[in-house]
């Protein structure tokens, strides 16, 4: 455990705190401007999971993230069909027959069933 050094005011001590931990300064009364009152809070903070979340929360997440009052959807229908593109060139996943209507029917290789099989039911 660390503090902010100044009105003297006696602190529980984490194990391996260093003997100069006796006073802590009440929270209205530090100056993030300061550098040393940075310098000491940093070290004390940077790490806990409580401080860090309610910085990516607060801070963070609002200024980097656009928040839209509307949410675009779509089904692999949607994605594979002729909606966004007019040419594909193939379309990702396990094969079955619940290919976008627009890509036809599903042409499994040889195997391919027995190999589905193999690995839904392996014991490992």
Request: hydrophobic residues 40%.
């Amino acid at each position: 455990g660390g503090h902010v050094r100044g009105t003297a005011r006696k602190v529980a001590r984490t194990p391996g705190a260093s003997d100069d931990t006796d006073d802590l300064w009440p929270l209205h009364l530090v100056d993030l401007r300061d550098p040393e009152h940075v310098e000491v809070l940093y070290p004390l903070l940077a790490r806990l999971p409580a401080a860090i979340e309610t910085y990516l929360h607060e801070l963070v997440f609002p200024a980097t993230l656009a928040h839209s009052g509307i949410q675009l959807s779509a089904s692999g229908q949607d994605l594979g069909g002729d909606m966004l593109f007019n040419v594909r060139l193939a379309f990702s996943g396990t094969p079955s027959d619940l290919l976008p209507r627009t890509l036809g029917h599903c042409e499994y290789a040889r195997g391919d069933d027995a190999r589905m099989l193999n690995v839904l039911t392996d014991p490992e």
